[in-house]
């Protein structure tokens, strides 16, 4: 499954409307914070379906399902699929300027 990036965020960049090195940085944090939500919602999703023994389980699998959330989750926070990281900026740099 390929996820696709919404044209109007920009990859690792602040919008045009905040050029300074904070708006950057606040935007790559409020982007970090997105991506650990989306991954703690996605262990809480594995957690509800139930395991099979059919193909065996082992702690390299489990490892492997966390390293493959915490990816997917980075993957989704980069497209801007959620908007909560661009939620959160708006917030936080609204109080910046009061």
Do not use: H
């Not at 809480?44 to 959330?69: N, Q, Y």
């Amino acid at each position: 499954m390929k996820i696709q990036p919404d044209p109007s965020v920009l990859k690792g960049q602040a919008p045009a409307s905040a050029p300074d090195n904070e708006s950057r940085e606040l935007r790559k944090t409020c982007r970090e914070f997105e991506s650990l939500l989306i991954t703690e919602m996605l262990k809480s999703m594995r957690a509800t379906v139930p395991e099979s023994d059919l193909f065996g389980s082992s702690k390299k699998e489990e490892i492997f399902r966390s390293m493959l959330d915490v990816e997917t989750a980075k993957q989704v926070s980069q497209t801007g699929a959620f908007k909560l990281g661009d939620i959160i900026y708006d917030q936080l740099s609204r109080q910046g300027k009061d």
